[in-house]
């Protein structure tokens, strides 16, 4: 607050001395204002000058403006088949990733079917395996059934020989 009061206290005394200067001395005094295109001018020539100074700083702008849009042309245009040949590049490199990963898939799923048919060889295989101790254990159980029954009919034949 002091600040502002103290630049207010410096500040005020010079505006005012500054109109009175530009009152005193109407011939060739200017004020712009904060809008640059509301100038006062009070003399002539220092208005063509001005008109001037105007004329060639915008010949200039427009001069500078159109550079730019040359070097933004030519930039882009040389610019253009690197960018086409880059993006070739990345599309070629986008299509080799993605055979990369189609193959990478089928190589997975013949991996998998390959399990799948050793898994259904082994099952084939154990079931097999099964079926013939089945088997030798079902010969085994006949065999022992047979040599009983062998054995009973020669004790029965032992006896009848005994009896006679």
């Known amino acids: 607050m002091l600040n502002r009061l103290s630049l207010v206290k410096v500040w005020l005394p010079l505006i005012v001395l ?45 001069q500078q403006t159109q550079e730019r849009m040359n070097e933004t042309w030519l930039r882009q245009n040389f610019q253009q088949p690197q960018l086409l040949q880059q993006q070739q590049i990345i599309q070629q490199q986008d299509f080799t990733r993605q055979r990369q990963e189609m193959l990478r898939q089928q ?21 097999l395996r099964m079926q013939q101790q089945q088997l030798r254990q079902d010969q085994q159980i006949r065999q022992r059934q047979q040599f009983r029954l062998q054995e009973q009919i020669r004790q029965q034949q032992l006896r009848q020989q005994n009896n006679l």
């Open 107 to 127: 190589q997975l799923r013949l991996q998998q079917e390959e399990t799948r048919l050793q898994q259904q060889d082994f099952s084939q295989q154990q079931q």
């Open 18 to 62: 500054a109109k009175a200067l530009s009152i005193n001395f109407p011939a060739s005094a200017q004020i712009i204002q904060t809008n640059p295109q509301q100038i006062i001018r009070t003399n002539p020539q220092t208005q063509d000058s001005l008109q001037e100074r105007i004329r060639q700083q915008l010949e200039q702008q427009n």
